[in-house]
């Protein structure tokens, strides 16, 4: 009678924890982790010194840092890349970015995290969030400090970013960058310390949120265009409009202009001073450069916050170039060459940098 109620007892415990695994095994959501580098996989001949090797370890091993992950989704992972960001190329854009709509097609996969350099991490979340046709959360991560470190900051950063990809409030939001905690929107991103952990931020608008004991906290919604209502499309294109940057700074001479109309370049932007303002002698070369060869100018700044407005002290209108508004010099190049792919009247082009 005794091992009969025991048995029945056993019985009855084995099959509630069968049916709450099953729940939580059906909770959990795919989330694909695509590797691309960076410090975040780099290698320190030791624990404390700073040299270090970008892109030395594979995602598994990366992985293998913070098992905690597979408690919150199902992981899949692959190697796109594997370099340090300043290597960063168009190819690799082009391919990560079809993988990602391809991923995102699939009905099972419910988000993905990338982790990458973050040198041009930026440039790579800006250029996604302007190419990915899906709702789906995409979050870009990276580490400041290489996985060999005291104190690596990579396990945490992917935890969270993990943690973020797989909550229902990430839908919708556009491309995101999860470290240090903080969540940043790709529409404003900017690197902003050589060394610190906590060198990423939204300098014009501000984070998106934070996250906290493992759960986003979103605290502003973008109001610019991007995803899923981005115009751009580049799953049929295997190359990209040739665009450059120009700085300007007391004495700027035509030197580079002059240059990149002999390179044949489609688009040139400027990091000007102040309002994005420019020497003259870059006025006029740039000038030419729109009348007598067609190329795309759009003016930026190299003040890391405020507008490059229209119509200051540069008459836009008259040369032909188009003001880059809240758009960095490295987002505004992202976006020239994403223009060029279906424009090259400035019209169009100012009204793409009013929108993205
Ligand atoms: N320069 C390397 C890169 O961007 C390392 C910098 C980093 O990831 O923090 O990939």
Redesign the pocket.
Known sequence: MKSSFSYKFLWVLATIMLVSLGINAQQKKTIYILAT????A?QGATEVTAGYK??AISVNELLKAVPEIKDIAFIKAEQVAN????DMNDDVWLKLSKRVNELLSQSDVAGIVITH????QEETAYFLNLTVKSEKPVILV???RPSTAISADGPRNIYNAVATAVATESIGRGVMVVMDDKILGADDLAKTNTLSVGTFQNPNYGPLGIVYNGKPIFTRQTLKRHTSNSEFDVRALDKLPRVEIILSYSNATDLFVDAAVKAHVKGIVTAGVGNGNITTALQDALAKAVKNHGIAVVRSSRIMTGPTAQWDEVADDQYGFAASWFNNPYRSRVLLMLALTKTNDYKQIQRMFSEY
């Open positions: 580098g960076g410090t975040i780099g970008a892109g370099i340090g960001s300043q350099g973050t040198d041009t990276g580490s400041m």
